[in-house]
């Protein structure tokens, strides 16, 4: 069993930055791969990035690559995903889920977050 809280979302502006986190209790946090999801009210939950447990890291999107990331820190039971130069299409909640199976599908991922919401407006 693993539960999981993210923070760090918040109103910011068009380029600014936030760190969001993905805090996880329970057991044997090292072994499950970790997602953040983002989804916009009336559209579909969609993939952001993943990081398995032995650190490889996907993205879902090119036009992320270059403005998110994602880590985590096995010490602190914590992922996190950092988002530079927000845009307000990146305006969503953002969920965190973990798997033993990892990869980009929902549906591998057993175990979810409350997500966080996250606007971009000037």
């Known amino acids: 069993q693993v539960q999981l809280v993210e923070s760090g979302g918040g109103l910011v502006q068009p380029g600014d930055s936030l760190r969001l986190s993905c805090a996880a209790s329970g057991s044997a946090f090292s072994a499950y791969a970790v997602a953040w999801f983002r989804q916009v009210p009336g559209k579909e939950r969609e993939f952001v990035a993943s990081?398995?447990?032995?650190?490889?890291?996907?993205m879902f999107e090119d036009s992320l690559k270059g403005r998110f990331s994602i880590s985590r820190d096995n010490a602190k039971n914590t992922v996190f995903l950092q988002m530079n130069s927000l845009q307000p299409e990146d305006t969503a909640v953002y969920s965190c889920?973990?798997?033993?199976?990892?990869?980009?599908?929902?549906?591998?991922?057993?175990?979810w977050g409350q997500g966080t919401q996250v606007t971009v407006s000037s």
């Open positions: 990081i398995s447990r032995t650190f490889v890291t996907t």
């Open positions: 889920a973990a798997s033993l199976l990892g990869g980009s599908l929902e549906s591998r991922y057993g175990y």
